[in-house]
């Protein structure tokens, strides 16, 4: 099938794609039992301190009683790898992504991810696959590109054959070029060509401040005689009236102590609804700022912030505070203890090259466009991305964090939107959305999304089993 044929003749390409609709593939079984080094690596990748998968001993206490694995590593235990095994059973989805590939449908983004956990693994449990091919779709217009999404469902069984969990998965296969080039909506009242925003007026009281963002420190004045803190810089210190003053690096880590979101009248350097906000430092001084990375109907007075550098010039950064990330929760959340509403903290997450790269390697995942920026540009991308087995880690680490890690995942269901691409920031946030009792266990269920510049990257949903008391 050449692309040719697939643009005269797509009823007939569909429907070769979909020859094999509900077959399964013969079990495969994974290179490495559960170990504690590929465990390791991933929280390391992750950020996911939970001491269940790495302390033997904070395990022991634990609702497992022994050291068990991240549950969104499910599908990251049976990935291929790097090396292409000869022998490895033919999965009736690999047919349909090879002859996509043929017909000009190289892009390829996962869409949605549906994880069950049936029980927790432990270390030693050496799992084997079995892949069902559910559906292939027509061809479909998307902001991606024209293509075709494939939906998988895969069973986990462990070495005596017991089912330990499933994974419901589907992917978008388009051809590069075809997509919609720009979001009409969010461009209609941007130009395309913004002007930088205004140089900060500097002088020799305030250079110490711009010169410390751009070497990325908060550099609060200082009086030399009395150690007094403040903000803007003035030219004598308020406590003992000394002209001497020098400066100290703070924290950067402050509470909100107040805001104002402006509408009107835009000037077009900045983005809007713009945040500003009043930042109180844990050294007591407070300083106007943008408030990034959060939604205007996220801003909590008395909310974490942390201090990052915006740079606007070559030579300028301008200090500004985005939603801090709030410690993980070491003691467990209990049944009772939750409502339905309740709000998680937002948690932001700086999406890196090497948080991108890591966590794709962690989860085993070696396909190019999540390392190789050449190869994510040939194939329709901007750049690199993050793998949607790291949106999964990511999300169920916030959650996990949240909740505490006695915690249980009973499921992680997630569905992807915009790209996390390297020097963006995603920030998480999510709420309780209900509560019930299932099979003697009870369970809150968790909504959550994870939003970046662009938008939404990730949605969705977990069901977590926690203690009653
Ligand atoms: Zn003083």
Redesign the pocket.
Same mark, same amino acid.
């Given at each position: 099938m050449n692309k040719e044929m697939a643009d005269t003749q797509p009823g007939d390409f569909v429907a070769q794609l979909r020859r094999d609709v509900g077959s399964t593939s013969a079990p495969s079984t994974a290179r490495d039992p559960v170990n504690q080094p590929m465990i390791r690596h991933w929280c390391d990748a992750m950020g996911d301190t939970n001491p269940l998968y790495t302390d033997p001993d904070a395990a022991g206490d634990g609702p497992h009683g022994q050291i068990v694995a991240p549950p969104a590593m499910l599908n990251a235990w049976t990935m291929v790898g790097l090396v292409p095994r000869d022998n490895e059973p033919q999965n009736p989805a690999t047919q349909v992504y090879a002859q996509l590939d043929e017909a000009g449908y190289v892009g390829v983004v996962a869409t949605n991810s549906e994880h069950v956990y049936h029980r927790y693994l432990t270390l030693g449990d050496h799992l084997s696959t079995v892949g069902k091919l559910v559906d292939v779709s027509d061809e479909k217009h998307t902001a991606l590109g024209v293509g075709h999404f494939v939906t998988t469902e895969t069973e986990f069984h462990d070495q005596h054959g017991n089912h330990v969990g499933s994974m419901f998965f589907r992917i978008l296969k388009f051809r590069p070029g075809t997509g919609r080039t720009a979001n009409p909506e969010s461009s209609a009242d941007q130009p395309t060509e913004r002007p930088p925003r205004p140089r900060p007026s500097r002088n020799q009281d305030t250079d110490f401040f711009w010169e410390g963002s751009r070497v990325g420190e908060l550099r609060i004045q200082q009086?030399l005689?009395? &150690?007094?803190l403040q903000h803007p810089p003035g030219v004598r210190?308020p406590?003992? &009236?000394?002209t001497e003053t020098g400066y100290a690096v703070v924290s950067g880590k402050g509470t909100l102590y107040s805001y104002v979101v402006a509408h009107h009248p835009r000037v077009p350097a900045f983005d809007y609804p713009l945040s500003i906000g009043l930042v109180e430092l844990d050294e007591g001084v407070r300083l106007v700022s943008n408030i990034t990375d959060c939604q205007p109907d996220q801003l909590r007075v008395g909310m974490p912030l942390e201090v990052w550098h915006r740079q606007t010039h070559d030579d300028v950064n301008v200090p500004v505070f985005r939603p801090a990330r709030v410690p993980p929760n070491p003691a467990t959340l209990t049944f009772d203890g939750v409502s339905v509403g309740d709000e998680l903290p937002l948690c932001p997450i700086p999406i890196t090259p090497t948080l991108i790269v890591s966590t794709a390697i962690a989860s085993r995942d070696y396909q190019d466009v999540h390392h190789d920026r050449d190869r994510a540009i040939q194939k329709g991308s901007e750049d690199i991305f993050m793998n949607i087995l790291t949106s999964s880690g990511l999300s169920a680490r916030y959650v996990g964090d949240w909740a505490g890690p006695h915690a249980v995942f009973k499921n992680l269901k997630i569905r992807l939107g915009a790209p996390n691409y390297p020097y963006d920031c995603m920030t998480m946030s999510g709420s309780v959305t209900a509560k019930r009792e299932a099979d003697g266990e009870a369970i809150a269920e968790i909504t959550f999304q994870g939003q970046n510049s662009r938008g939404p990257h990730v949605t969705g949903t977990v069901d977590l089993a926690l203690p009653r008391q």
């Amino acid at each position: 099938m050449n692309k040719e044929m697939a643009d005269t003749q797509p009823g007939d390409f569909v429907a070769q794609l979909r020859r094999d609709v509900g077959s399964t593939s013969a079990p495969s079984t994974a290179r490495d039992p559960v170990n504690q080094p590929m465990i390791r690596h991933w929280c390391d990748a992750m950020g996911d301190t939970n001491p269940l998968y790495t302390d033997p001993d904070a395990a022991g206490d634990g609702p497992h009683g022994q050291i068990v694995a991240p549950p969104a590593m499910l599908n990251a235990w049976t990935m291929v790898g790097l090396v292409p095994r000869d022998n490895e059973p033919q999965n009736p989805a690999t047919q349909v992504y090879a002859q996509l590939d043929e017909a000009g449908y190289v892009g390829v983004v996962a869409t949605n991810s549906e994880h069950v956990y049936h029980r927790y693994l432990t270390l030693g449990d050496h799992l084997s696959t079995v892949g069902k091919l559910v559906d292939v779709s027509d061809e479909k217009h998307t902001a991606l590109g024209v293509g075709h999404f494939v939906t998988t469902e895969t069973e986990f069984h462990d070495q005596h054959g017991n089912h330990v969990g499933s994974m419901f998965f589907r992917i978008l296969k388009f051809r590069p070029g075809t997509g919609r080039t720009a979001n009409p909506e969010s461009s209609a009242d941007q130009p395309t060509e913004r002007p930088p925003r205004p140089r900060p007026s500097r002088n020799q009281d305030t250079d110490f401040f711009w010169e410390g963002s751009r070497v990325g420190e908060l550099r609060i004045q200082q009086c030399l005689r009395c &150690g007094q803190l403040q903000h803007p810089p003035g030219v004598r210190c308020p406590a003992c &009236g000394s002209t001497e003053t020098g400066y100290a690096v703070v924290s950067g880590k402050g509470t909100l102590y107040s805001y104002v979101v402006a509408h009107h009248p835009r000037v077009p350097a900045f983005d809007y609804p713009l945040s500003i906000g009043l930042v109180e430092l844990d050294e007591g001084v407070r300083l106007v700022s943008n408030i990034t990375d959060c939604q205007p109907d996220q801003l909590r007075v008395g909310m974490p912030l942390e201090v990052w550098h915006r740079q606007t010039h070559d030579d300028v950064n301008v200090p500004v505070f985005r939603p801090a990330r709030v410690p993980p929760n070491p003691a467990t959340l209990t049944f009772d203890g939750v409502s339905v509403g309740d709000e998680l903290p937002l948690c932001p997450i700086p999406i890196t090259p090497t948080l991108i790269v890591s966590t794709a390697i962690a989860s085993r995942d070696y396909q190019d466009v999540h390392h190789d920026r050449d190869r994510a540009i040939q194939k329709g991308s901007e750049d690199i991305f993050m793998n949607i087995l790291t949106s999964s880690g990511l999300s169920a680490r916030y959650v996990g964090d949240w909740a505490g890690p006695h915690a249980v995942f009973k499921n992680l269901k997630i569905r992807l939107g915009a790209p996390n691409y390297p020097y963006d920031c995603m920030t998480m946030s999510g709420s309780v959305t209900a509560k019930r009792e299932a099979d003697g266990e009870a369970i809150a269920e968790i909504t959550f999304q994870g939003q970046n510049s662009r938008g939404p990257h990730v949605t969705g949903t977990v069901d977590l089993a926690l203690p009653r008391q």
